[in-house]
């Protein structure tokens, strides 16, 4: 066969692909988009099929798993592929608005509607002109679930609810470290999270009284420490919790062995204000192209009806005030927390809400887990937390567009330049004289090209840019000065570029060097050429590659608990103290890399045991017969063989490490204060929970591609020196 | 009796690095085989309370009259994966072809362009890509999901193959063409065979790389019947709450075909073929 006979066989066989399975959309067709699950998504379905009875329109419902759920929507609706119609939380409305993604929702949402859901869901629907962006649907909050074998009556305060003592149960077990749950301590005291003006909310008295109060609940043994949402719940289902707080997703998943009870929180006696929790409302919005399309709107109509509210209200909290005034039989636990979410206080709509949980988890956690309690940590902690909730806003940059593109055309004259004098004479006969080769690489050439280099190349253009998605300025290299100062902090101050540079080369060196020696000493052994049930060994210890790393890597981080973990209760076994592996940077690290080289060994192995059968066994035979040591063999024949297949696996290991962020992300969070975090984790933060600054995460992706560009050339160089 | 004792050293080793490998993984097994929740932890092996498979009826459809779609996912995951690994393969090894054999122009910068495309973090780069793959109609269809894959994976293929057809001594090309067959007939016939082990772990490099993949699989595809397993697990996650229970059950699902594909695949592939290819 001829290259160029493959070539053509590739590319039909490709377009044979893309024309296979093709999609048809029929008018009167409604696609709806949600991430409910289990019986909200049942009632759902239930409901649009019914529609679909009725009036003869089809409808398309998709559920999209919620981690990607905002990425997708935005992305599928900027160029129409997206929903007619999305159920999302309230709180994303601005920016779904501010990015032009929404219809307006005057149609679906009348003025005269407003009367029929509850007065919290109609008025976050709204903006201030009165102009409707969705249409209320349902209440999502917190409340306070008990055991009633354990909590007869549920007292009347908080205090009281903790004072309760029980042999080895927590009166009370909620996630004490997170900025959610901690909300309603903070009302209570009335502060609020993000201020007027989009100023930091968590300062002052009642940020000071409400972390004090966590404290006192945590340092009593009342309430455990550093418990996740899963743990809350393992604790309330093993009834090792007399009560928790925790929304209606948790009770529809207790086992039916546990009695309980849902009552909105109670209130604490020493603040004046009533603790109330934060609410979503979850919206109908209709995409920007469903604005001339009145069956929409009668769909979303028909959704949030209260004749549909009453099929919804078996699964969820509905914003239908009618359907709680009946006297149906709904689940006890629901209308209650009906009541919990009328008691609530909706979430900000604006933006700049997503920025102040991290500043605000950092503090209260600073605070849980001081030494001692005395007020002047308080402050300390709550100062650093504003100090970071302000250097972490975005900064007015804006530079003269004309310059940037003298810049750029000086650059491509440059390199123009450049590419001109290193054009050798030969230039042209040599390409010529390549064509042959070009057949085998221009698949490659093309695919790499198109579907990787280009997005990364488009992604790095936004580095120059500052402000969120559609609203884009030109910053020239704003972002970049504003990295590499450190945004005007201490050049290696927590956070700061330099010092995250520091822990992730650490974090590379020490992956890669277990990696390799883990992945080598199996390959070798597992060549052995006598050894017995080979292939059930291999096929055991790639487990680690082939498990979704997701649930493993939230295996390990729940390995760690303090308290909870199996290494902690392995440490007791052998008398020591058990850490609290996550509080400072040394084991939260240590946490991390454990983690990370339980994923990645196999891979190596697996690489290695393919190079070492490149091995020619008669080079191994004649050292045999010259009488090496096996240690000989295998340092002075095997490794000199193994090592440039070894090189590609490594290199690219190194990298890949270099950029590992979910390890990072899913088991230390980045905790203690953003020390463990590495480039790649910082990057996302800047893109999703601070302020959703793409363009510093672009920048900070550029200075990640330049780091280990120069370290390639750099060793690359030493390599040709050593050699 | 020397032998014996080595025999025993060895199995010893493997089989603490198997249980290093599986202990992790027993957490996952028993929160999978819980009906309700893991109790309240503290302890060093874990073990189910109550036994149950409610969870893995959740996460295959079973509980919920959906395994036709399950098998369904089941089935795109397993195209997808095995699509991008064929092409993955069939397209990077023709180029690290290239460029261990041959000289042309373009050759270095093109090797360092590959490498350099691996060092920028994916962070800004999800939307363009949805771009140009709607550009290309390729949006929510699974040759897109292939195509896109594949190319991710070319970079680490090219280079792995690159370095095992360089291993591969010359003069079996030379002897080949010799005897009268074209350089590609040589490619084809002598060299590729004797990179089995190789283009095998590339495969499954590829293979696992498009098994795993959620974020651009949940992106790009717009209906159910066209999503892959890790789109429907990640669904067992919500904003307030997961339901770890089918989470665990459906990741040792989803982890079942890689090992038993790669327990059937080992045997040929990375028992020395080179061996007999070197010396016939």
């Known amino acids: 066969m001829k290259p160029w006979l493959i070539a053509f066989l590739t590319f039909a066989v490709a377009i044979g692909l893309v024309a296979s399975d093709c999609k048809t959309a029929p008018k009167n067709h409604i696609v709806l988009w949600h991430a409910y699950r289990g019986a909200e998504e049942q009632a759902l379905l239930e409901l649009t099929a019914r529609y679909e009875a009725q009036t003869g329109t089809t409808v398309e419902v998709l559920a999209v798993p919620f981690l990607a759920y905002a990425s997708k929507l935005s992305s599928a609706i900027e160029r129409e592929q997206g929903p007619d119609l999305f159920i999302d939380a309230h709180e994303r409305l601005g920016s779904y608005r501010d990015d032009g993604l929404l219809a307006r929702a005057d149609d679906a949402f009348p003025k005269s509607d407003i009367p029929r859901y509850d007065t919290i869901a109609s008025a976050v629907a709204r903006d201030e002109d009165g102009t409707a962006w969705g249409v209320p649907f349902a209440l999502k909050g917190v409340a306070l679930i008990v055991n009633t074998n354990l909590v007869k009556d549920v007292p009347d305060s908080i205090e009281a609810l903790v004072k309760q003592r029980y042999d080895r149960i927590y009166p009370l077990a909620y996630e004490a470290e997170s900025a959610y749950v901690h909300a309603p301590w903070l009302h209570a005291f009335g502060g609020t999270m993000l201020g007027p003006d989009d100023s930091y909310g968590f300062v002052g008295e009642p940020a000071r009284r409400s972390v004090a109060f966590a404290r006192r609940l945590v340092s009593s043994g009342a309430v455990p420490a550093g418990a996740d949402g899963a743990l809350v719940k393992q604790l309330f289902e093993s009834g090792k919790a007399a009560a928790i707080i925790g929304g209606p997703g948790v009770v529809s998943e207790l086992p039916l062995s546990v009695p309980y009870r849902v009552v909105p929180l109670p209130p604490l006696h020493e603040a004046s204000l009533r603790p109330e929790p934060f609410l979503t409302v979850e919206l109908l919005f209709l995409a920007q192209r469903s604005a001339t399309r009145p069956e929409v709107s009668a769909f979303a109509r028909f959704l949030a009806s209260d004749d549909s509210a009453k099929t919804r209200v078996r699964a969820q909290v509905v914003a239908n005030s009618s359907t709680w005034r009946n006297t149906d039989a709904i689940a006890p636990h629901l209308r209650a927390f009906h009541e919990a979410a009328l008691a609530s206080r909706p979430m900000s709509t604006r933006v700049a809400m997503r920025a102040t949980w991290e500043p605000v988890e950092q503090a209260i956690r600073a605070v849980l887990r001081a030494q001692s309690d005395d007020a002047a940590a308080i402050d300390a902690a709550l100062a650093e937390s504003a100090r970071r909730f302000e250097s972490a806003k975005p900064r007015a940059t804006s530079a003269s567009p004309a310059r940037g593109l003298t810049a750029l055309a000086a650059t491509l004259f440059v390199i123009a330049i450049i590419a001109y004098r290193n054009t050798k004479p030969r230039f042209w006969s040599g390409l010529r004289a390549s064509a042959g080769a070009y057949a085998y690489v221009m698949h490659a050439a093309i695919a790499v090209f198109l579907l990787v280099v280009l997005p990364l190349a488009a992604g790095a253009v936004t580095s120059f840019f500052s402000g969120s998605r559609n609203h884009m300025t030109y910053a020239g290299i704003g972002n970049y000065v504003d990295i590499l100062t450190a945004r005007g902090g201490p050049l290696l101050g927590y956070g700061s570029f330099y010092r995250t540079l520091l822990v992730t080369v650490g974090w590379t060196l020490i992956n890669v060097a277990c990696h390799v020696t883990i992945g080598l000493c199996l390959a070798v052994l597992l060549s052995r050429p006598l050894l017995r049930a080979k292939g059930i060994y291999r096929t055991l210890l790639i487990i680690p590659w082939a498990v979704p790393s997701y649930v493993t890597a939230l295996a390990y981080k729940g390995m760690f608990h303090q308290q909870f973990g199996a290494v902690n209760a392995l440490l007791r076994n052998f008398g020591a103290q058990p850490v609290s592996w996550f509080s400072q940077f040394s084991t939260a690290f240590a946490a991390n890399v454990a983690t990370n080289v339980w994923l990645g060994f196999p891979f190596m192995m697996v690489v290695m045991l393919g190079a070492l059968t490149n091995v020619p066994k008669d080079v191994l035979e004649a050292a045999d017969i010259d009488g090496a040591t096996p240690w000989q063999r295998f340092r002075h024949v095997t490794f000199p063989l193994l090592l440039p297949q070894l090189a590609p696996a490594v290199v690219l290991g190194a990298v890949w490490t270099f950029n590992m962020f979910n390890v990072v992300f899913l088991v230390s969070g980045g905790e203690p204060d953003n020390q463990t975090d590495i480039l790649v984790s910082e990057a996302y933060r800047w893109a999703f929970t601070r302020h959703a600054q793409y363009g510093y995460a672009a920048a900070y992706a550029v200075l990640i591609f330049g780091i280990l560009w120069l370290t390639s050339r750099f060793s690359r160089r030493w390599q040709r020196e050593g050699a | ?280």
């Open chain 2, 1 to 280: 009796m020397k032998q014996h004792v080595k025999a025993l050293a060895v199995h010893t080793l493997l089989v603490g690095a198997v249980l290093y490998a599986l202990y992790p993984v027993l957490w996952v097994l028993t929160v999978a085989f819980s009906r309700d929740g893991l109790g309240e932890g503290g302890f060093v092996l874990p073990w189910p309370r109550h036994m149950s498979c409610v969870n893995f009826a959740i996460a295959t459809g079973a509980g919920t009259g959906k395994s036709a779609l399950f098998i369904r996912q089941l089935v795109n995951s397993l195209t997808v994966s095995g699509a991008t690994a064929i092409l993955s393969v069939a397209i990077a090894a023709p180029a690290a072809y290239a460029l261990a054999r041959m000289q042309f122009v373009g050759k270095r910068a093109g090797l360092s362009g590959l490498m350099l495309t691996q060092m920028f973090p994916t962070v800004a780069s999800a939307v363009p890509l949805y771009f140009i793959l709607s550009q290309l109609h390729l949006l929510d269809r699974r040759a897109g999901l292939v195509v896109a894959y594949s190319a991710s994976a070319l970079p680490f293929a090219i280079f792995q193959l690159k370095a095992a057809f360089e291993a591969i001594p010359v003069e079996l090309e030379e002897a080949a063409m010799v005897d009268g067959a074209t350089r590609f007939v040589a490619f084809v016939s002598v060299v590729l065979p004797a990179a089995r082990p190789a283009l095998a772990i590339t495969a499954l490099f590829a293979f696992m790389s498009a098994w795993n993949e959620f974020v651009l699989a949940a992106t790009l595809m717009s209906r159910e019947e066209a999503f892959t397993l890790p789109v429907v697990l990640q669904r067992f996650v919500g904003e307030h709450s997961a339901a770890w229970g089918p989470f665990a059950a459906g990741s040792i699902v989803v982890s079942i075909p890689v090992m038993v594909i790669f327990y059937i695949a080992q045997k040929q592939l990375l028992s020395g073929l080179t061996a007999g290819s070197v010396k016939g």
